[in-house]
């Protein structure tokens, strides 16, 4: 059986069984002797809880649970786990939906939780220090008061964390006009697997030598474990206006994206959701969304009160051009905040529906969007499963929402063989596997779409050069034969234990 | 099958035999941050990037370029249909704009360069051609490789070609020119200013966007100082500081001589040259991990170095 391959790899990997607490492990006696004793956690229920993440990607086997308060303490906890010769995983709120954060070869967890606080905020440089366990949505509040936002907003922003963001270089739907964490990322302390602390980056305009900064965002916890990061704060903009656009069919809504962007707007957010998603928000917030269109494009454009009302317009007469029924404008912030509103709780609204959901997550061309949604529909029908989608529509960036009832025979794999079928025809579409998940255990085996041995190899080599022996969050992101040899039974985690 | 794979433009195939496998190379632009580094060890070989637009998209905002086309010509192709990017025009080529990875005077406005980046196709040490990155605007499949390499000055991979994110070209562009006001209450007066340059003396700002929105910015900047159009941004100075942006209200020339000073980002230009910048020794450590990893043999501008720059 496939699954007891797996466990007798880990036995291999760990020297001891998975899921079975020895009693006086000197792994967890060296790591509360560095943080302390209620900070370390090895039960197995707290191991089982860091299991999974947000993803529908289960196998995950943890090992210790650490909560470090300070850039030490992760170096000790580094360090311990060289001396044991176990791996790492950086862990922020868990709602990575590509299974980032799944601990594989019960790894020490090193959880961002207790770093969580907001260290200073500079206006003369525009960057706020904060710890990585800061909530994102927090971050934000606490700027509101002086003017300013961080300016990515996952719709998981309520939970995710600023660690996790820079780890999978987020986005979300204000990321169109304002650019994803990437952009909004000065410096960062990160702590490397090799237990030494360094700064990347850097408050002044050009800092010296490689963009190293810029080669951690995004990298998923393989890298090692950022302790500290100064973002940007952004300046909130004086006006706003957000429109509704209604259209009978989903292809008309992608079209009126393209054109909109290709009139030389560049709205603050263009965000698509269809008929299914829409009727489902109605059901679940009643945000004021029509249930009888085919699909609706939620616009919002910022900045000074007369330009905005221009680009308003603009964007009304281009959508009537292109079929839209219906154009409203949110006459109050209330019934803005309320269209916001649906547009975020989306996930959470279809849990009425069925039990369990996939989010896809791939870019095409804009202007590739209504082909690539037709393929989207045909292929979820001849694999029977209910697609809804929601999407930052603005930036090419869909997100195929695949609603399914696990517990039926045969649903997932279904499911998976549908999501398969779409990041191909994402792909075949000049597209990319992923926008703004990552690729995490889900994606790696369809690297080789989108890039050669030669290209892969290269990653390889910036990875090893921040981890040579690949023990911070081993056996992500690389497809196998890609990955790194010392934890080379990982690489070949059969398939089916994700199931 | 994905059109990302396996390149097989054939100039682009021809650049990486040029390159070759061996022998100490490097791939040369305009000159115009030549110096950038140090000096390339004297054996080196030369060769120069492919040129030519390989594909422009105005709608996606996207255009694919090859290495050696100079800045000016590819801003042309895009000025066509209202559009430009963030790469700086001086004199360069595209290649060497990623290479050294300085930002124009302009950034505030038309981006940094090491966010413009969308793929990059290089030819590796070992003479292959490696693209990073993707084609879309946006994409975080795999490790990061347009990052790593916009300012790495050729030491990791001599660039072939590159996708660049592009802008639209807004209504109105003015710069306005003030011998009064204070250029640090600049960013809290106007929204978003594209350019805030100051001279020590003077203080430049260019507003971009609606013309009515450039109007009313004009009239807000009003109270802080007097502003007349000007005809550009000043003169440069050649030598090039990075400071923070908080820094720049301690400026002083005796250090500097004449400068102008890009607010809001800490780019300084000065007649005198910046005070040399070392890295901390862990980071130079990884620096040097990572030119080992890409190449091992040294054979990539040997002489020059990112840590020296
Ligand atoms: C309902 C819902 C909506 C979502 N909407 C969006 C969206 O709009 N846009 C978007 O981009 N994503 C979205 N996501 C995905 C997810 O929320 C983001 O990827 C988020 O940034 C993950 O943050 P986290 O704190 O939960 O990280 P985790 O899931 O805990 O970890 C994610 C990755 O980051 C690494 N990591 C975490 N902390 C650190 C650290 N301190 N140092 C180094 N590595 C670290 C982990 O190892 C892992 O690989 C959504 C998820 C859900 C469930």
Redesign the pocket.
């Known amino acids: 059986m496939a699954g007891t391959a797996w466990s007798d790899r880990l036995r291999n990997l760990t020297g001891r069984r998975a899921g079975t607490t020895p009693v006086a492990d000197p792994l967890v006696a060296d790591l509360q002797q560095a943080l302390s004793a209620d900070r370390v956690h090895d039960s197995g229920v707290h191991r089982a809880l860091m299991k999974k ?2 993803s529908v990607f289960t196998g995950g086997v943890s090992g210790p649970l650490c909560y470090p308060e300070t850039t030490e303490e992760v170096q000790a906890i580094m360090r311990i786990a060289e001396r044991h010769d176990r791996a790492v ?9 590509a299974g ?2 799944i601990p594989l070869g019960a790894p020490i967890v090193i959880a ?1 939780t207790r770093m969580n606080r907001i260290v200073d905020v500079d206006l003369d440089d525009r960057v706020a220090w904060v710890e ?1 366990g800061v909530v994102n949505l927090d971050l934000t509040r606490h700027l509101q008061p002086l003017g300013f936002h961080f300016a990515p907003d ?3 922003q309520q ?3 600023i ?6 270089n ?4 204000h990321c169109l006009a304002y650019g994803v964490t990437n952009a909004h990322v000065v410096a960062l302390e990160v702590v490397l697997p090799s237990g030494e602390a360094l700064m990347l980056g850097g408050l002044d305009a050009e800092p010296l030598g490689y963009d190293l900064r810029g080669a951690f965002v995004g990298s ?2 393989t890298l ?4 500290k990061v100064a973002v940007t704060i952004t300046p909130n903009a004086p006006a706003v206006r957000t429109l509704l656009l209604s259209f009978d069919t989903i292809r008309d809504a992608a079209n009126t994206v393209g054109a909109i962007i290709a009139d030389g707007i560049v709205p603050a957010a263009l965000e698509v959701m269809d008929q299914r998603i829409t009727e489902a928000v109605e059901n679940y917030v009643g945000a004021g969304y029509p249930t009888d269109a085919g699909a609706v494009l939620l616009a919002e454009v910022d900045g000074l009160a007369d330009g905005i009302a221009i680009d308003a317009d603009r964007i009304g007469e281009i959508g009537r051009a292109h079929g839209a029924i219906d154009v409203r404008q949110a006459a109050t912030e209330e019934e803005r905040a309320l269209l916001w509103k649906g547009r975020k709780t989306a ?1 959470g609204a279809i849990a009425q529906i069925a039990p369990d959901y996939y ?1 896809h997550d791939t870019v095409v061309p804009r202007a590739k969007l209504a082909d690539v949604l037709d393929e989207v529909y045909a292929i979820a029908e001849r694999h029977d499963v209910l697609v809804m989608n929601v999407f930052h529509a603005g930036d090419g960036n869909l997100h195929p929402l695949l609603v399914f009832d696990a517990r039926i025979e045969g649903k997932l794999d279904a499911v998976h063989a549908a999501g398969s079928e779409i990041l191909a025809a994402s792909v075949a579409a000049g597209g990319v596997l992923s926008g ?3 690729i ?1 255990v889900e994606k790696q085996a369809y690297m080789d779409q989108m890039f050669t041995d030669d290209d892969m190899d290269h990653q390889g080599r910036l990875r090893r050069a921040f981890d040579p022996v690949c023990r911070a ?1 081993p056996g ?1 992101v690389l497809p196998m034969g890609h990955s790194c040899a010392d934890i080379a039974a990982l690489r070949s985690v059969p398939s089916e234990v994700w199931g | 099958m994905s059109p990302l794979l396996a390149v097989d433009d054939p100039v682009l195939l021809s650049f990486a035999d040029e390159v070759g496998a061996s022998g100490p190379v490097a791939a040369a632009g305009r000159r115009t941050r030549w110096e950038r580094g140090g000096a390339l060890h004297p054996d080196t070989r030369l060769v120069t990037a492919p040129t030519g637009i390989v594909a422009y998209s105005p709608a996606e905002m996207t255009a694919q370029v090859r290495a050696g086309t100079s800045v000016e010509e590819f801003h042309l192709a895009l000025a066509e249909h209202g559009q430009r990017s963030a790469l700086p025009e001086r004199g360069g080529t595209v290649g060497g704009a990623i290479a050294v990875g300085e930002n124009a005077a302009s950034s505030l406005g038309r981006g940094r360069v090491r966010t413009a980046v969308l793929q990059i196709r290089y030819v590796s040490a070992e003479g292959r051609m490696v693209s990073g990155g993707g084609p879309t605007v946006k994409n975080v499949t795999g490790f990061d490789l347009p990052r790593l390499m916009v300012g790495s000055l050729g030491t990791l991979g001599l660039f072939a070609e590159a996708i660049i994110r592009t802008n639209p070209i807004p209504e109105v562009s003015v710069w306005l020119r003030s011998d009064d006001a204070n250029p640090f209450a600049v960013p809290t007066t106007v929204l978003k200013p594209s350019a805030i340059l100051w001279d020590g003396d003077q203080t430049w700002v260019e507003l971009e966007g609606h013309r009515i929105d450039v109007v009313s910015e004009q009239g807000r900047l009003g109270a802080i100082g007097s502003f007349r159009e000007a005809d550009g941004p000043p003169a440069l100075p050649h030598h090039r500081w990075s400071l923070r942006p908080a820094e720049l209200a301690s400026l002083d020339r005796a250090a500097t001589g004449a400068f102008v000073a890009s607010v809001g980002t800490g780019t300084v230009w000065a007649t005198n040259p910046a005070p040399p910048r070392s890295l901390d020794l862990g980071v130079a450590a990884l620096t040097e991990r990572m030119k080992h990893e890409f190449d091992p043999t040294g054979r990539l501008n040997p002489g020059r170095s990112v840590a020296t720059a």
């Open positions: 993440d947000a995983v950086p862990r922020g709120a868990g709602t990575g939906l980032g954060a961002a990585p996952p719709s998981s939970v995710c964390t660690g996790g963001n820079v780890a999978n987020s986005g979300g739907p998923e916890g090692g474990f950022t302790t996930f989010l703004e998940h990552g995490g969050n992500k």
